[in-house]
């Protein structure tokens, strides 16, 4: 009897078109080996779906891959040179402390960035480490995964590993490892590097890549360049919209952090406001408040503004021209964005059809919870599931007032109550990610090695429309504290 080895088939199933770039969007580097990885979240959904083999990647062999330890054998480890304006200040960047390992294929065809964060130096690693901390490395998979299950387009998490390593910050912290997947990490800052270092063909090279990359099917008869253009304007204003809708602030919407695919890129100082107040900033280096929750919408029209002027040489070779293009293009943004906006406020008071007087009903609605902080997800949920008793404003003249035009605005549409009741439950989300409760999970994660406060959240998160009875010890609010809520950017 002949024996056969078994060999586990680990699924990866990578290709390098990125490497296909002119060679100065990258350079070619390995991530560094770190001392005892060990495998501490793993998301087999995720795993899976992109064709992974889930127990071949929990081995040994497999956690090797997502330490830096080994190489896939067909991957062409690189880290992206980018730029970017961090606070309004153009500086040249690149992954610092990230290393594409290559594309995956999924089954369906789909390719996907699979990066690993936090995985060594760079030749873009400037002062810094290339290393990360266990905290930020875990709250990036914690929100990824919420925000991917309220239907938002984010980058995904699909492990996290700690290195057996130290990183020293303020205090020393343990080191660990984050896979990252994503449609692509293509940039507006991508774009900002090419436009200010290459050549008109790398810009071309590289617009040429996100087209066919993200806007396959896009119609480029006419100007292919203006399309992306466009493409990516109607991508970030649905993405700008979708945040204001859940209350989530990015707190970091530099040009580096915004991509083309229109997924949300990096969770370093993120948070979710509780009570509505559009002035909202968590991040401890926003002393500005250039990020707050209310001015996100202006600051992703500031950004596409960079990424127009990157395109310039490419949308018409009449310099006024492309200017003229560029600038028309971008005007679009704002009603764009406005539509998005009134659209899905629309959806979460249970409105199907359209009026004119429906952005003055939204409005009144915000501003009785702005005067009287009113949490912005429990009021929404208050009124889906008609418990108004719970609402701060229950029983004042100002909210029975309200109350009585949005229901006479209800009884104005065909659909029923209980229809416009489902449209409420799939719009209006039970949970998201509520800052004491992340931090109570990597409190007990970071601190005490135990992770089942973590996966007890997750699980939680994972399905923010189902309105649960287990969910509802999770909407509550904190224990009111008098120091406001402040996140940092996790380097
Ligand atoms: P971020 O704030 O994560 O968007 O990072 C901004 C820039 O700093 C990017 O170019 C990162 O790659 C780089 N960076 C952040 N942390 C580190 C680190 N520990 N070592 C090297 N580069 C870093
Ligand atoms: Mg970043």
């Known amino acids: 009897m002949s024996k056969r080895k078994e060999v586990i088939e680990t699924g990866w ?49 497999g956690v090797a891959v997502f330490a830096g ?32 390992l290559g594309e995956q294929i999924d089954p369906q065809g789909v390719r996907v960035d699979i990066q690993l964060k936090g995985s060594g130096r760079t030749p873009y690693s400037r002062g810094g480490d290339g290393r990360a901390a266990l905290g930020p490395m875990l709250r990036e998979y914690i929100i990824s995964e919420a925000m991917h299950a309220l239907g938002i387009p984010t980058t995904r998490s699909l492990a996290v590993v700690t290195t057996g390593e130290t990183v020293i910050r303020e205090t020393n912290l343990p080191g ?35 087209l066919q990359r993200h806007f396959p099917n896009v119609d480029d008869s006419a100007n292919r360049y203006l ?61 500005q408040g250039r990020y707050a929750y209310s001015n996100q919408p202006y600051i992703g029209g500031w950004n596409l ?39 899905g406020m629309r959806a979460k008071l249970g409105l199907y059809n359209e009026e004119e007087q429906d952005e003055s ?37 100002e909210f029975t007032q309200w109350y009585e035009l949005w229901q006479m605005r209800l009884g104005r ?8 009741s489902q449209l409420m439950r799939n719009s209006n989300p039970a949970v998201i990610p509520r800052n004491h409760r992340v931090e109570e999970a990597l409190e007990a994660a970071v601190n005490q090695g135990d992770y089942n406060v973590m996966h007890k959240l997750l699980d939680v998160l994972s399905s923010p429309y189902s309105h649960s009875s287990e969910q509802t010890e999770y909407a509550q609010l904190p224990v009111s504290s008098t120091k406001p809520y402040r996140t940092f950017c996790g380097t």
């Open 176 to 210: 660990a490892i984050l896979t990252r997947v994503s449609a692509s990490h293509l940039r507006v800052g991508t774009f900002q590097y090419a436009a200010k270092w290459g050549t008109v063909e790398d810009i071309r090279a590289l617009a040429d890549y996100a």
């Open 413 to 420: 549409q065909p659909e029923s109550k209980s229809d416009s």
């Open 69 to 100: 330890n080994q190489i896939p054998e067909e991957a062409l480890p690189l880290a992206q040179a980018y730029a970017g304006h961090q606070f309004g200040h153009f500086t040249m960047l690149g992954d610092g402390r990230a290393i594409l």
């Open 361 to 397: 009903l939204i409005e009144g609605l915000l501003s009785m919870m702005q005067k009287s902080d009113m949490d912005y997800t429990n009021t929404f949920i208050a009124l889906t599931f008609d418990r108004h008793e719970d609402t701060a404003l229950f029983g004042t003249p």
């Open 13 to 61: 199933n990578l290709d390098n078109s990125y490497t296909r770039l002119p060679n100065s969007f990258f350079a070619q580097i390995n991530p560094t080996p770190v001392r005892s990885p060990k495998l501490i979240v793993f998301n087999n959904r995720l795993a899976r779906s992109l064709g992974l083999n889930d127990m071949a990647m929990q081995s040994e062999d």
């Open 305 to 343: 503004a960079r990424f127009a002027e990157t395109l310039l040489p490419l949308l018409h070779e009449d310099q006024e021209e492309a200017v003229n293009l560029a600038q028309n293009a971008i005007s679009g943004y704002t009603e764009l964005f406005h539509s998005n906006w009134l659209t």
């Open 227 to 287: 399309s992306l253009l466009n493409e990516v304007i109607k991508r970030q204003a649905a993405l700008i919209a979708k945040w204001q809708l859940v209350g989530f602030i990015h707190g970091v919407m530099n040009t580096d952090n915004m991509t083309v695919s229109g997924e949300t890129i990096d969770y370093g100082p993120c948070a979710f406001m509780d009570a509505y107040d559009p002035a909202t900033v968590f991040s401890s280096i926003d002393a």
